[in-house]
T-cell receptor, first 115, second 113 residues
Framework: DQQVKQNSPSLSVQEGRISILNCDYT??????FLWYKKYPAEGPTFLIS?????DKNEDGRFTVFLNKSAKHLSLHIVPSQPGDSAVYFC??????????????FGTGTRLTIIP | NAGVTQTPKFQVLKTGQSMTLQCAQD?????MYWYRQDPGMGLRLIYY???????DKGEVPNGYNVSRLNKREFSLRLESAAPSQTSVYFC????????????FGPGTRLTVT
């Protein structure tokens, strides 16, 4: 059962335009959400995160929006640049009394920026 | 500052062979993780260690064992490799707590023939 879903395996966007990557989750206990970026032959790198007490977090060209009622989050990249071409993973975590916090990842969206 | 390092980068095994993937971090993190990445499957957690001396199973632990050797090092062992274990393996570490990002190593590409 996929608790974090990225339904678009790929996305192509013109350079300079907005890229919007989407993520849905089913577990209502998730209260912290992260986006990771991955280039080929490298490990994922952290991009931006958001706590469930917020509905928006912005960092430069990257903004994450959270809609808790819809269990949906999105990553906006404006303006898109060629270096943004990568696979983007959405991830979520829930607080745990045991202290054993884990991330649950989506399957990823491959973003291609067209020059 | 090296972050998270993994060895080896590439490995080819025959079915039934064993090997250990090594991981070390120099960020003084308590928590460490092993994931595998397969096409269309995202990153799936194999095992994790919330602190030195503790390990717990993740989503796909069968066929693997782990050792948290000390705070810095967390190894993943395949006792009898199978073709289904062909994958890219990533180690990660983080501060303890659920609202901290994980830092990933560069990965080990393993092929089992």
């Amino acid at each position: 059962d996929q608790q974090v879903k990225q339904n678009s395996p790929s996305l192509s966007v013109q350079e300079g335009r907005i890229s919007i990557l989407n993520c849905d989750y089913t577990n209502s206990m998730f209260d912290y959400f992260l986006w990771y970026k991955k280039y080929p032959a490298e490990g994922p790198t952290f991009l931006i995160s958001i706590s469930s007490i917020k509905d928006k977090n912005e960092d430069g060209r990257f903004t994450v929006f959270l809609n808790k009622s819809a269990k949906h989050l999105s990553l906006h990249i404006v303006p898109s640049q060629p270096g943004d071409s990568a696979v983007y993973f959405c991830a979520a975590s829930a607080a745990s009394n045991s202290g054993n916090e884990k991330l649950t990842f989506g399957t990823g969206t491959r973003l291609t920026i067209i020059p | 500052n090296a972050g998270v390092t993994q060895t080896p980068k590439f490995q080819v095994l025959k079915t039934g062979q064993s090997m250990t993937l090594q991981c070390a971090q120099d960020m003084n993190h308590n928590s460490m993780y092993w994931y595998r990445q397969d096409p269309g499957m995202g990153l799936r957690l194999i095992y994790y260690s919330a602190s030195e001396g503790t390990t717990d199973k993740g989503e796909v632990p069968n066929g693997y064992n782990v050792s948290r050797l000390n705070k810095r090092e967390f190894s993943l062992r395949l006792e009898s490799a199978a073709p289904s274990q062909t994958s890219v393996y990533f180690c990660a570490s983080s501060q303890q707590g659920h609202s901290y990002e994980q830092y990933f190593g560069p990965g080990t590409r393993l092929t089992v023939t």
